[in-house]
């Protein structure tokens, strides 16, 4: 297969020492062996997530989305822009929606671009990299590489919200995606197909301002992975990763849990499975370490 | 007609063969049944069964044919010859599919297959070919009461299918409601806003439509006959009258707005900033293009409050029971009204169910929420004068709060009360219709209704068509939503049942349709629904007549008046050919060519009663040829059964069962009787819509017979059957043979 | 198939249900010739798979007996079964049409005796009870079914089955070289009364039609209540066959949403408060119903059916779209939750059974009509100058209940026949 | 910023439906809900919720500014998208809320001490100085938003939470000085500059 070269966009929970660099030490491996070229759009900046809105108004929050797609205009013309991050995907998908639904917001969007130099046309298609992989390369594909098959593992596939709501993956439903089980089963480990959390809220970013509410949820999303016998969760969406793995001892010494749940990206197994090594597929990463991976990295 | 001629072929298909011996039941159909000609054949609805028939009504002179193999429901095309009467003896459903085949049965079973081939013989003995009454000078003038949208698309309608239309209107112009109103809901896509009402282009085109005739400031001030010849004196305010003759009617007389001054709890009266919604678009004409100003002191409106179901869905005394189904679709018209004038007007919808069906409805409400106009869910609690408008005080239940608004005007919407004429069974309800009484208390009587007649019919019953319920003059109107009570008769639009412009539309033209249809079938002396077709219908043997009017009054149909020597009348294509008249007969004078007290009666007589000591009871089965008969024969084909001491017979409707068959039968030692008929009452089913009632009544008077025979009245069971009742219809015959089991056989038997 | 005699003065009408029927028999009766075809086995459409009608709760199969005895009776009228219309030209007055009619394998000699569907082994989905229970690969498709005549599905030939069949029939009604037939017809104007289907509830995803055994749809539960449907008339949960006596309907199952049919469906909710009736019927006091709604629309007269209905204690109406159903593992219960927006309560409601009022969409999707049609966005045909002498009547032009598909359909009816009378120049 | 809510109140003369029609993010839609609920019963937070979202549009028709604006319900918001694909009516509800919660925030009424409030500021304003956000500062200032011994308790009860992220380098100390940035910075507030002063004109916050 030849190269395939996309404007990525990484994302600040991506960046070296943050709270998902282990999300883009895996993708990177993944991308290697699937030949991928992700060229980072220059000088990009924060999305501003779902959060910033109280901050900044409606118009502040889409210029910043703005900038970055003029930058990857401007440095990757024609390339598609990839997110690995929901947040910054759905983001920059959704700045985009309004500035073509909307002339006038067009028109003030790249009127606030000129303070520096910049404008938009906003006409770059913005993927998240899991629709990549299953549009641009499809679960045959994606098997191929699959040196160490991840057998006898039960995982839980974890959508969470913004990678599902309200764009999704083309071809999948809201309520019960099935992406992930089939990436499980591509990579020969086991999927739960009746995980009822998997599109479950985690609180997203108020699982910093509201941490108690947002643990609720959290629970539940932990506790039905193991009722369907996970052994893992798998997730594409670097703010559900965080938010369900590093709370569980605080919701063990909440709720007298003994939850010990280590949860990985897609990319993880990927890597995994296509012979990475641990270090490579950003296992080091794990706050809880997922020991069965690990095995399987190390043989 | 000629010498009859009775041919019997019996069929040996579908396993009759097997389980019976046709052989006997040839001879049977020769000796006792006095064929000419009867014949076994292996599978008589084959091409070459079926020409064996016609060769002998051709060769033989046949012209009395008994069918002695399926249901009378099944292989209708097969078994269909012109200018002989046929009689489908019914040995497969009625025989061998509903008995056990074991040897202790086979006797019984053969037993019941040969009664009904001595049947089969008996009833077409004295069944006659009905003979067309053609009438080839019926008219096909078409007679539409009522200028209003529904009378004006009937006449239109009728006209363009090349049928002439008079049009007679009370008033001095024609568009009746529509007329007053500014706007329409929308009848076409988008669906998003008003449009024009379309009645000045429909007056226009009635006007230059050389086919109709319109006749303003008119009304009927007699209507008589029947469906091809109806003659009715149209009378002008200047008192001028003149005659004309109709082949059908149509009656479009529409409806009056609700009486707002009943809903002083609304605020009506208290100030003249509420309205009702003929009131508010008297108000929005008044304005032209112009803002809309309040009544109170002309001050332009900026804030209107629109109030759903006004004196409507309420059992309150004087209230509307029921939904009047345009309401909430014109409320969205008129908030727009506002709306389209100036954005910033604020109006507000209270209701509580928001009705806007179908995809016109629920477009039409979104491109009113898109406009602005806010919908609230909640419920008045107060409307008062403020000085300045009105002060509305109303729950909102999404909310669960009491709110209070100052607005400058409030819209009631009222409903429809149908324009019906005299509710002719309130009047003068014959002593036998005791189930009209519970629609009187379901809100008949609610319902104001106008006492002046729209009709002014002569007829025996009365001067107006029927009203089914809250003074609408509906009939089936789920299955056969235009078939009235009177015959060549058709009510649209509102007054059928509420309706808004768009249904009234169709209506009408649907309407005009079946006046059509009653013309033509009138010009070829054939039956009305849903006898359709029927060429048969009832005469009366003077001589006999006592004149004692049942017939005239139980005739579900008001098709028999009476002449001047109080002799009933039969207006033959009023007629729908139920035979209730002849079941009502109490001295059996009238009968049809091919139905009669006779037809019947001698299959009764020619069922061969074994004696006492044979232990073999008989049962007779009087079954409604609409739903037991039926449902009988679906029972057998899902491989019901039931008792072999049964006899069916089927009937053209409860109705016109005469207790002298019961009578007799019980006399000529029959050990049980089981009628079976439609569901009475309100939610009637009975397609004569009162026959099985009236058959009900008179069954409740048979327990005297029986005690004068000194017999059990459990001999004798009246039911309602439905047609999806295959478990229960056999069951019912199996109760009565349990019965006799118990109260054992008839003395009767000689 | 003996040759159709067809004429610019004749009506064709495309589809058997009670509008097509009642089109039919009215034209019919007015003494005009109509070809009435049908793509099922046989006539009837939806209203032979419903148990009753509201408001009178009586039974559809008792007006459809009165109908197909005035079809039997009227020789005007020429029914072709099986047939589809595949293309149309020509305009108003004059139209050709094409018809394709799929083989039956059994001729008019059938009796309908049943001998072939005794022989036959392999069995069916049962479509008349929409996939609920099964049926003979030789079959009548239901009690009334007109003709009265059975059919061989096409799946069993080439097999043991059909010959089987075959040798069973002793009235060699079974024809197992039967094929597609071509006709072509010329009309003179074309009455469209090809109905609705039921939206497709699997793509209602929050309620986990295609996940829970114990959701189910409106037109699932009606043949249910139905004697003669595949529980015989009682009213059991898929999962485990137990009583549903607490059964939740939820008003409108995909109408009035833009994330499916925009429109309102019209008959659901009358249709619920229906069948709340029918576990009056089954228990007696000891059932509940409740019903989750947005607006009750009962309208027009028929209202006091609602009043009646919202009048037994049993039943309870909650303001509310449901949000999501979950399932309690452990019972099985469908676990609906929301919020009752009167007054602002939360719930999370386990129910025996929960019955989607779903909502009806036509039966021919935009773009595949034989010729061009004016539609609305719904997809239901709109009454235009454009059409010609193409009406529609019934559902295909919009979501009626049966008493307005009726009125509608004669209405549809006398415009055809203006069409006809034109082209024969008949003055009256 | 009171004052600005004073300007308000008198410009739209109490008709609150439209100043959120003005005013507000996709305020437009509000008119289109058909109060079925559904929203409602989808929100993760909806127990939270003292108003949820369709009866918040309920509310903001019947003229409930003060109710509307004060309510710390649009706060509850996670953004996790289950409104918008369940209503039958395609508000986008999520944005309306944001929308509310941010007009409610300039206009002064948003309920003081309200977390997500604070925190999505503190998130704004890490992100405006250098254009990325830095967790760790971000993290920090969360902790002590609610005043120093608060901030410790936090920080305290948050340590192993940091530890686990140090160990495994999701997370490090050297971000206190420097850490992650864009390079045009100025050029970036300068947009954010100018789309707020656009912004601010639209809704008749002019110098405000």
């Known amino acids: 297969m030849a190269k395939k070269s996309y404007s990525f966009y990484p994302g600040c929970s991506s960046q070296k020492a943050a709270s998902a660099s282990n999300y883009l030490t895996s993708v990177q491996s993944m991308c290697d062996v699937l030949d991928v070229e992700l060229n980072e759009i220059p000088d990009w900046n924060c999305c501003s997530a779902s959060i910033g809105y109280a901050g900044g108004g409606e118009l502040p929050r889409l210029a910043l989305s703005a900038r970055n797609m003029a930058l990857s205009e401007q440095a990757h013309p024609g390339q598609d822009i990839v997110a690995t991050c929901a947040a910054c995907w759905l983001a920059t998908k959704e700045t985009q929606e309004r500035l073509h639904a909307d002339e006038e917001l067009m028109k003030e969007t790249n009127e606030a671009l000129a303070a520096a130099g910049l404008q938009v046309k906003a006409d770059q298609k913005v993927r998240h990299m899991v629709e990549v992989l299953i549009e641009d390369f499809g679960y045959e594909e994606l098997g191929k590489p699959v040196k160490k098959p991840l057998e006898g593992i039960k995982i839980a596939g974890y959508v969470g919200c913004q990678t599902n709501r309200p764009f999704g993956i083309a071809g999948e439903s809201f309520e019960n995606p099935k992406y992930l089980d089939k990436l499980v089963e591509t990579l020969g480990a086991e999927p739960c197909e009746n995980y009822e959390k998997k599109v479950q809220c985690c609180g997203g970013a108020l699982a910093f301002s509201e941490p108690e509410k947002s643990q609720e949820l959290i629970k539940g999303i932990i506790e039905s992975a193991y009722d369907n016998g996970a052994e893992l969760i798998v997730t594409p969406c670097p703010v559900c990763q965080m938010n369900v793995e590093v709370y569980q001892d605080q919701i063990n010494a909440k709720y007298g849990t003994k939850f010990k749940m280590p949860v990985v990206y897609y990319s993880t197994l990927m890597s995994v499975a296509y012979g990475k090594s641990l270090k490579e597929a950003g296992l080091d990463g794990q706050v809880i370490r997922a020991k069965q991976l690990e095995e399987i990295a190390k043989k | 007609m000629s010498e009859a001629k009775i041919g019997a072929y019996i069929c040996k298909g579908c396993g009759l063969g097997d389980r019976l011996d046709t052989s006997q039941l040839v001879t049977i159909a020769e000796r006792e049944g006095k064929a000419a000609i009867a014949r076994e054949h292996d599978f008589l609805c084959s091409e070459a069964g079926v020409q064996m028939i016609r060769d002998d009504i051709a060769n033989e002179g046949v012209n009395r044919v008994v069918i002695a193999a399926c249901s009378r429901r099944a ?587 019961v009578t007799d039968a019980l006399n000529s030692g029959y050990d049980g009787v089981v009628l079976m008929g439609c569901q009475k009452g309100e939610n009637y089913q009975c397609h004569f819509v009162k026959g099985s009632e009236m058959a009900h009544y008179r069954m409740s008077k048979i327990d005297d017979t029986l005690s004068q025979l000194n017999l059990e009245k459990e001999r004798v069971a009246t039911y309602e059957v439905a047609i999806t009742d295959i478990e229960r219809a056999p069951g019912l015959i199996n109760e009565m043979a349990e019965t006799i089991d118990k109260i054992g056989m008839s003395p009767f038997k000689f | 198939m003996s040759e159709v005699i067809a004429t610019n003065q004749t009506i064709l009408v495309v589809g058997g249900g009670i509008a097509g029927m009642t089109a039919a028999l009215e034209a019919a009766e007015c003494g005009k010739q109509v070809i009435l075809v049908e793509k099922n086995p046989s006539v009837g459409g939806r209203v032979g798979q419903l148990y009753k ?22 020789r005007n009228l020429r029914l072709l079964t099986m047939t589809e219309v595949t293309a149309v030209t020509g305009e108003a007055g004059n139209y050709q049409v094409s018809l394709r009619t799929q083989p039956r394998y059994v001729t008019e000699n059938c009796t309908a005796c049943g001998e072939c569907a005794r022989a036959v082994e392999a069995e069916f989905d049962n479509e008349h009870n929409f996939g609920l229970g099964k049926r003979k690969g030789a079959y009548l498709p239901y009690s009334l079914a007109y003709p009265m005549r059975y059919v061989l599905d096409p799946r069993i030939i080439g097999t043991d089955d059909a010959t089987r069949a075959k040798e069973a029939c002793k009235y060699d009604a079974i024809d197992l070289d039967m094929q597609p037939q071509e006709t072509q017809i010329t009309v003179g104007a074309i009455i469209w009364a090809t109905g609705w289907r039921p939206y497709d509830a699997a793509r209602i995803q929050p309620y986990g039609y295609d996940r829970f055994a114990n959701v189910i749809t409106s037109v699932e539960f009606e043949r249910m209540a139905d004697p003669h449907g595949p529980t015989g008339g009682k009213l059991l949960r898929p999962s485990d066959g137990k009583e549903a006596k607490n059964v939740a309907f939820i008003q409108c199952a995909g109408s009035r949403d833009r994330n499916h049919l925009k429109h309102c469906s019209r008959i659901c909710c009358m249709a619920t408060l229906k069948q709340t009736t029918y576990l009056r019927d089954k228990y007696g006091d000891d059932f509940k119903a409740s019903v989750y709604y947005i607006d009750i629309r009962a309208i027009d007269r028929i209202d006091d059916f609602y009043q009646k209905v919202r009048a037994d204690e049993n039943v309870s109406f909650i303001k509310s779209k449901v949000a999501s159903i979950t399932e309690d593992r452990e019972t099985g219960n469908p676990v609906l939750n929301g919020v009752d927006t009167e007054g602002y309560h939360r719930y999370s409601n386990p129910h025996d059974l929960v019955v989607l009022a779903i909502g009806m969409e036509p039966s021919v999707p935009a773009g595949e009509f034989p010729v061009d049609v004016v539609l609305n966005e719904e997809g239901f045909v709109q009454q235009d100058e454009a059409n010609g002498a193409f009406f529609a009547a019934g559902c295909s032009s919009d979501a009626l209940d049966v008493n307005r598909a009726v009125q509608n359909a004669t209405a549809s009816a006398l415009r055809a026949i203006q069409v006809v009378n034109r082209v024969a120049g008949t003055e009256v | 910023m009171s004052d600005y809510n004073q300007q308000m109140i008198e410009q739209f003369r109490g008709n609150f439906l439209k100043e959120v029609e003005s005013n507000v993010e996709e305020g437009e839609w509000v008119k289109m809900c058909m109060q079925c609920g559904v929203c409602s019963g989808s929100c993760p937070f909806g127990p939270h919720w003292a108003h949820p979202p369709q009866e918040i549009f309920m509310m903001i028709r019947e003229g409930e500014r003060e109710q509307v604006l004060t309510s710390d319900s649009m706060w509850m918001c996670t953004s996790c998208y289950n409104c918008i694909v369940r209503c039958p009516r395609g508000l986008p509800i999520t944005h309306i809320m944001h929308g509310l919660a941010t007009y409610a925030k300039r206009l002064g009424l948003a309920p003081k001490e309200q977390p997500t409030a604070k925190f999505a500021q503190l998130f704004w304003d890490n992100l405006t100085k250098t254009g990325r956000v830095n967790e760790l500062k971000l993290g920090l200032a969360l902790y002590f938003m609610n005043g120093f011994s608060e901030g410790i308790k936090t920080s305290l009860k948050m340590k192993d939470i940091g530890l686990g992220m140090w160990k495994t380098k999701r997370l490090n100390p050297m971000e206190m000085v420097g850490g992650h940035s864009c390079k045009d910075t100025k050029g970036l507030q300068a947009i954010l500059a100018k789309a707020q002063e656009i912004e601010d004109a639209k809704i008749g916050r002019s110098g405000a």
């Open chain 2, 75 to 661: 292989k209708t095309d097969a078994f269909d010859f012109d200018g002989v009467c046929i009689n489908r003896t019914n040995l497969r459903e009625g025989v061998i599919w509903v008995r056990p085949d074991t040897d202790e049965d086979r006797e019984t079973t053969q037993e019941m297959a040969a009664d009904y081939v001595r049947m089969g013989c008996a009833e077409i003995k004295h069944m006659n070919p009905p003979t067309p009454n053609e009438k080839t000078d019926a008219s096909s003038r078409i007679l539409v009461v009522g200028g209003g949208i529904s009378g004006m698309t009937a006449a239109l309608e009728a006209a363009r299918a090349g049928y002439p239309v008079t049009l007679v209107e009370k008033s001095g112009q024609l568009g009746g409601v529509a007329a007053e109103l500014v706007k329409r809901v929308p009848e076409r896509a988008p669906y998003a806003d008003p449009e024009d009402t379309g009645v000045a282009a429909l007056a226009a085109e009635i006007e230059a439509n050389e086919l109709i005739e319109v006749c303003l400031n008119s009304t009927l001030a007699r209507t008589s006959g029947a469906p091809g010849c109806f003659s009715a004196d149209i009378a002008t305010e200047s008192g001028t009258t003149r005659t004309e003759n109709f082949g059908a009617i149509i009656q479009a007389s529409g409806f009056k707005p609700y009486d707002a001054s009943q809903l002083p709890e609304l605020g009506y009266g208290k100030t003249p900033d509420v309205v009702d919604q003929m009131g508010l678009e008297a108000l929005v004409r008044a304005a032209g293009d112009g803002p809309v100003k309040r009544p109170s002191d002309g001050k332009e409106v900026e804030r209107v409050l629109f109030v759903q179901c006004a004196g409507q869905r309420s059992q309150k005394e004087g209230h509307l029971p029921y939904c009047s189904g345009h309401c909430c679709l014109t409320s969205i018209k008129q908030a727009m009204y506002f709306k389209d004038r100036n954005r910033d007007i604020d109006t507000e919808i209270l209701y509580t169910d928001l009705r806007t069906p179908g995809a016109p409805g629920e477009d039409f409400y979104r491109s009113g929420q898109q406009k602005g106009i806010t919908f609230v869910k909640g419920v008045v609690e107060d409307v008062a004068s403020s000085g300045n408008g009105a002060k509305v005080k109303y729950k909102d239940i999404i909310l669960d709060e009491t709110i209070e608004r100052d607005v400058d005007l409030v819209v009631l919407a009222t409903g429809m009360v149908p324009n019906s004429g005299v509710d002719i069974e309130a009047v003068s309800a014959p002593n036998v219709e005791g189930a009209e009484d519970d629609a009187g208390d379901n809100g008949g009587d609610s319902v104001e209704i106008p006492v002046e007649s729209i009709l002014n019919l002569t007829y025996r019953q009365g001067k107006d068509i029927p009203q089914l319920k809250y003074g609408f003059t509906d009939s089936h109107f789920i299955c056969f939503p235009y078939e009235s009570r009177r015959t060549g008769i058709y009510a649209t639009g509102p007054v059928r049942r509420p309706m808004d412009m768009m249904s009234a539309i169709e209506d009408a033209t649907g309407a005009a349709l079946k006046a059509i249809q009653a013309v033509e079938n009138a010009k070829l002396g054939r039956a009305a629904h849903p006898r359709s077709g029927d060429l048969s219908f009832p005469s009366f043997r003077k001589e006999g007549c006592t004149q004692c009017k049942r017939c005239t009054v139980e005739c579900p149909f008001g098709a028999i008046d009476e002449d001047e020597q109080r002799y009933p009348q039969f207006n033959e294509s009023r007629c729908r050919r139920c035979g209730t008249c002849m079941g009502a007969c109490p001295v059996r004078v009238i009968s049809f060519e091919n139905y009669s007290v006779d037809t019947v009666g001698q299959q009764i007589k020619n069922v061969d009663i074994p004696d006492e000591f044979d232990e073999k009871p008989r049962i007779l089965v009087l079954a409604c040829e609409n739903d037991a008969y039926p449902a009988l024969d679906m029972a057998a084909q899902s491989g019901q059964q039931y008792s072999q001491w049964a006899r069916v017979i089927p009937v053209r409707c409860l109705g016109s069962v005469n207790t002298i068959w």
């Open chain 3, 53 to 74: 009608y509201f408001p009178k709760l009586c039974h559809p199969k008792c007006g459809l007996e009165i109908n197909l005895r005035r079809m039997k009776a009227n």
